[in-house]
């Protein structure tokens, strides 16, 4: 197993160094330059060269790069020009937003999605079947944004039974030590604003969790057709083996590698995702800041930002491929 984790540790080196070299190549190719894109509107000769020679941006390609690589190694990604600030920090600040919210709604769709997407394939063709699978082309077809408004609208503003925006009500007296506010009310013993932040949570991810909670459903429950009809399963059947048993070790066990590619591959689109919902419902997290920066043309935090994001995509993908040798021993020899 430990030699399975090498390898795939070492083909991560290349594919972060491609990656680093896309954003490198794009950032760049910007309209007008990078120093162009930053002025805007205020861009002129003189000020262009300013801010080429602030960026080290009439240097050698060759140069910038390694120094742009040298400095991604040590997380340093500058100064954001829209609040002064070191990029990392405001990763800092807003990360564990992102991630409470992509943790949220990933859970909600592995939870309900596993399940039902189970039992579609065990009643197939019966009504829970036929409404498992018209719910998730639903899931899939209706926007992210339409569906966050649509929420919005009916459980927050019509009924009220949830907050329209925010992370948690600036009236409650809270500490956040983790900036995860769920976690954080219950580190601190303050329940109440645990609670509060629980039900500011709960909307934004339903709205984020629709694709992935579709997709694994449907994922699922073909997985589980394909796998139930197979001999080992009809002789464990046969066997008299219990019902229990035999979805736990033969079923479960053996449709689960194509789930969890899913899932993998949606805990990664999540935090692109996220800048829809978090718009919509003025939640402070990577996606809404990241969306501010491309309006105000923020350089720095662009490329920051998405280089962390697509890094985490990649290591997210490798705990998958780790979870292929737990899941499926033969996985581990290939």
Do not use: C
Not at 206 to 215: C, E, F, N
């Amino acid at each position: 197993m430990l030699k399975f984790v090498v390898r795939r540790l070492l083909m991560l080196v290349p594919i972060l160094i491609g990656l680093s070299a896309l954003l490198f190549a794009w950032l760049r190719a910007l309209p007008g330059g990078p120093a162009v894109a930053l002025l805007g509107e205020r861009a002129t000769p003189e000020s262009i060269a300013r801010v080429e020679e602030l960026y080290g941006l009439n240097e050698p390609w060759y140069v910038q790069y390694g120094r742009y690589l040298s400095n991604a190694v040590q997380f340093d990604f500058g100064n954001s020009t829209r609040t002064n600030r070191p990029v990392t920090e405001e990763m800092a600040r807003t990360f564990p937003a992102t991630f409470e919210l992509a943790l949220a709604a990933l859970i909600l769709a592995i939870g309900i999605g596993i399940p039902l997407g189970y039992l579609a394939a065990r009643h197939y063709g019966r009504w829970l079947d036929n409404m498992s699978v018209t719910g998730s082309l639903l899931g899939v077809a209706i926007p992210v944004f339409f569906l966050a408004y649509i929420l919005k609208y009916v459980f927050a503003v019509r009924l009220g039974w949830f907050p329209t925006q925010g992370r948690q009500d600036p009236r409650m007296d809270a500490e956040h030590p983790t900036g995860m506010y769920v976690l954080d009310g219950l580190l601190t013993g303050n329940l109440d604003a645990s609670w509060d932040a629980l039900m500011h949570l709960v909307l934004p991810a339903l709205a984020l969790g629709s694709i992935p909670l579709a997709i694994i459903v449907r994922i699922t429950r073909a997985s589980v057709l394909d796998v139930v009809h197979e001999d080992y399963v009809r002789t464990a059947e046969a066997k008299g083996l219990w019902e229990r048993t035999i979805t736990r070790r033969h079923v479960l066990r053996n449709a689960l590698l194509p789930v969890v590619t899913v899932v993998g591959l949606q805990a990664g689109l999540l935090f692109s995702g996220a800048i829809l919902t978090e718009t919509v419902f003025a939640f402070d997290g990577v996606g809404r800041f990241v969306a501010e920066a491309i309006s105000n043309r923020d350089y720095a935090v662009l490329q920051g930002f998405i280089l962390v994001i697509a890094v985490l995509y990649v290591v997210i993908n490798l705990l998958v491929d780790v979870s292929y040798g737990l899941i499926d021993p033969r996985v581990r020899v290939r």
